[in-house]
């Protein structure tokens, strides 16, 4: 407590801890001469001056905070309140401290881990913003304003529809609307149209956003631009895809040059069946004249009978029956092998193409059917293949780019097995994902080695029989299409990849 002259009359022992001081070092002596930081010290006296005329200050009822000095010389900041009492007439000051250098600390503490955090969250390179359970903006980084061409400040509060608009808003594949409905963390690709005509690629994660009482209050998303990756991984399929056609020339030769080979033959068969019809028809030409002058004179020459006699002679050398039947046959096997040659021709074809730039409606069994004739010279040795097709929808892909993952995995299976075995194929519907599953009774692979084998250049074959991409090409291509792809495999008994890539219905 002090009196109207600033002097010290009451000091507790609370104070004596705070400050230093004994209550005989104090008591009638000017607070501000050993207790006030000098700067200010000004201030005390000009407050203190009209305090003891009025009671009344600019600290008075209020809470302030002020550095103070302990007794060895130690400045330390206290929170400060004062009211006034009036005793004999004059004004007193009732000042209760209270040392809040720990709060302090703490405060300066959270202050820098939150210039940290800020600092981390604006230097992502990723786009962030989190988002409430209402589709509002709270917070976005410098990296997002960039992508998305509005600034830190006027985004707060908007629908994140409205300011970064994706095709996935408004649908029960948004981000927000999966994690409200359970689940904890979404990864997904999307695509936006640029101003120019062209496309931009992103890849999202999303994961929840909790309260400090621990309740869902939004999401926050990781928005990064993989354009210049998915033009890289562009050309990475199409090379990888390049090399695999090299790696299955010999066998699509095998399998051209097999249809080739009778149809060749079939015509050489033609041609010989087509000179003897010649033969036999002019000789029918040559009766028929004689018939006819015949007829004109009533008499039958012997020339007649001779001819008849010739025309016998070549049915029963052509074998005319024969070749009449022959004839279909051949011009059906035939037509049969340009239809197969023409199949695998056109497969190889658009197995060999970059692929369209916008995914489409397909049939995954069909698909599965076009890559199998494209490989089958690579399978039929050495595995019977077994197919259990069911009744799958039209998915949502990038018809192609399956078609690769398939050709990988079928050729891989292929060459798991040492002499003779098997290669099932399974589809069906699972909770809203098309499965794939491909097994082989081949010669497996070790446990160690089963978490490396989607690794780029990563291979289990002799030098020559891979690129060390084919695994790594299909999980991203698999991955590009929110899908998923795991292996189980056991030693000597077999491997099997499982695909499941989702359903969209058609619009």
């Given at each position: 407590?002090?009196?109207?002259?600033?002097?010290?009359?009451?000091?507790?022992?609370?104070?004596?801890?705070?400050?230093?001081?004994?209550?005989?070092?104090?008591?009638?002596?000017?607070?501000?001469?050993?207790?006030v930081s000098k700067k200010d010290q000004e201030a005390f006296?000009?407050?203190?001056?009209?305090?003891?005329?009025?009671?009344?200050?600019?600290?008075?009822?209020?809470?302030?905070?002020?550095?103070?000095?302990?007794?060895?010389?130690?400045?330390?900041?206290?929170?400060?309140?004062?009211?006034?009492?009036?005793?004999?007439?004059?004004?007193?000051?009732?000042?209760?401290?209270?040392?809040?250098?720990?709060?302090?600390?703490?405060?300066?503490?959270?202050?820098?881990?939150?210039?940290?955090?800020?600092?981390?969250?604006?230097?992502?390179?990723?786009?962030?913003?989190?988002?409430?359970?209402?589709?509002?903006?709270?917070?976005?980084?410098?990296?997002?304003?960039?992508?998305?061409?509005?600034?830190?400040?006027?985004?707060?509060?908007?629908?994140?529809?409205?300011?970064?608009?994706?095709?996935?808003?408004?649908?029960?594949?948004?981000?927000?609307?999966?994690?409200?409905?359970?689940?904890?963390?979404?990864?997904?690709?999307?695509?936006?149209?640029?101003?120019?005509?062209?496309?931009?690629?992103?890849?999202?994660?999303?994961?929840?956003?909790?309260?400090?009482?621990?309740?869902?209050?939004?999401?926050?998303?990781?928005?990064?631009?993989?354009?210049?990756?998915?033009?890289?991984?562009?050309?990475?399929?199409?090379?990888?895809?390049?090399?695999?056609?090299?790696?299955?020339?010999?066998?699509?030769?095998?399998e051209i040059n097999n249809p080739t080979g009778f149809v060749?033959?079939?015509?050489?068969?033609?041609?010989?069946?087509?000179?003897?019809?010649?033969?036999?028809?002019?000789?029918?030409?040559?009766?028929?004249?004689?018939?006819?002058?015949?007829?004109?004179?009533?008499?039958?020459?012997?020339?007649?009978?001779?001819?008849?006699?010739?025309?016998?002679?070549?049915?029963?050398?052509?074998?005319?029956?024969?070749?009449?039947?022959?004839?279909?046959?051949?011009?059906?096997?035939?037509?049969?092998?340009?239809?197969?040659?023409?199949?695998?021709?056109?497969?190889?074809?658009?197995?060999?193409?970059?692929?369209?730039?916008?995914?489409?409606?397909?049939?995954?069994?069909?698909?599965?059917?076009?890559?199998?004739?494209?490989?089958?010279?690579?399978?039929?040795?050495?595995?019977?293949?077994?197919?259990?097709?069911?009744?799958?929808?039209?998915?949502?892909?990038?018809?192609?780019?399956?078609?690769?993952?398939?050709?990988?995995?079928?050729?891989?299976?292929?060459?798991?097995?040492?002499?003779?075995?098997?290669?099932?194929?399974?589809?069906?519907?699972?909770?809203?994902?098309?499965?794939?599953?491909?097994?082989?009774?081949?010669?497996?692979?070790?446990?160690?080695?089963?978490?490396?084998?989607?690794?780029?250049?990563?291979?289990?074959?002799?030098?020559?029989?891979?690129?060390?991409?084919?695994?790594?090409?299909?999980?991203?291509?698999?991955?590009?299409?929110?899908?998923?792809?795991?292996?189980?495999?056991?030693?000597?008994?077999?491997?099997?990849?499982?695909?499941?890539?989702?359903?969209?219905?058609?619009?």
């Amino acid at each position: 407590m002090l009196n109207d002259e600033g002097k010290v009359s009451y000091w507790n022992k609370a104070a004596e801890r705070t400050f230093g001081y004994r209550p005989e070092q104090v008591i009638g002596k000017n607070l501000h001469e050993f207790c006030v930081s000098k700067k200010d010290q000004e201030a005390f006296r000009r407050g203190f001056g009209r305090f003891k005329e009025t009671g009344q200050g600019p600290v008075v009822g209020k809470r302030v905070e002020v550095t103070a000095i302990r007794k060895d010389g130690t400045e330390f900041p206290i929170s400060l309140s004062i009211s006034s009492i009036k005793l004999k007439n004059r004004w007193n000051a009732i000042g209760i401290a209270r040392d809040i250098s720990e709060r302090k600390k703490i405060e300066k503490e959270i202050r820098f881990a939150n210039s940290e955090l800020n600092q981390i969250f604006n230097a992502a390179a990723d786009g962030m913003r989190i988002i409430d359970k209402d589709f509002n903006i709270l917070r976005i980084n410098e990296t997002f304003s960039a992508l998305s061409g509005i600034s830190v400040d006027e985004s707060m509060g908007k629908k994140c529809y409205g300011v970064f608009s994706t095709p996935l808003c408004h649908s029960s594949d948004c981000p927000l609307v999966r994690i409200l409905n359970g689940e904890q963390r979404i990864e997904c690709e999307i695509e936006k149209d640029c101003k120019d005509g062209g496309k931009t690629f992103y890849s999202v994660i999303a994961t929840p956003f909790g309260g400090p009482d621990g309740k869902l209050v939004g999401i926050i998303e990781d928005i990064r631009d993989i354009t210049e990756s998915r033009q890289i991984l562009g050309q990475l399929l199409q090379s990888e895809k390049m090399a695999s056609i090299g790696q299955l020339a010999a066998g699509v030769a095998h399998e051209i040059n097999n249809p080739t080979g009778f149809v060749s033959s079939n015509l050489k068969t033609l041609s010989d069946y087509q000179d003897d019809i010649v033969m036999l028809i002019e000789q029918y030409r040559r009766l028929t004249t004689d018939l006819k002058e015949t007829m004109a004179t009533a008499e039958y020459p012997v020339s007649i009978s001779e001819q008849l006699e010739r025309i016998a002679e070549l049915e029963a050398e052509a074998d005319i029956d024969f070749v009449l039947n022959d004839i279909s046959d051949l011009v059906k096997e035939s037509r049969e092998g340009t239809e197969r040659i023409k199949k695998i021709v056109l497969d190889l074809k658009n197995f060999a193409h970059p692929g369209e730039g916008k995914p489409k409606y397909a049939d995954i069994n069909k698909n599965m059917e076009s890559t199998l004739n494209v490989v089958w010279n690579e399978l039929k040795y050495k595995a019977k293949v077994v197919k259990e097709y069911g009744d799958l929808p039209q998915v949502k892909c990038y018809p192609q780019q399956l078609n690769q993952v398939f050709m990988n995995l079928l050729v891989n299976a292929a060459q798991a097995i040492e002499k003779e075995g098997e290669i099932r194929i399974v589809t069906r519907p699972v909770n809203g994902y098309a499965e794939i599953k491909i097994s082989d009774t081949g010669m497996g692979i070790p446990e160690e080695k089963l978490s490396m084998i989607f690794d780029p250049f990563f291979t289990t074959k002799e030098v020559g029989k891979g690129t060390g991409l084919g695994l790594n090409v299909a999980y991203n291509i698999i991955k590009k299409h929110n899908g998923t792809i795991d292996v189980e495999s056991t030693v000597g008994k077999g491997t099997t990849f499982t695909i499941r890539i989702p359903v969209q219905k058609e619009v």
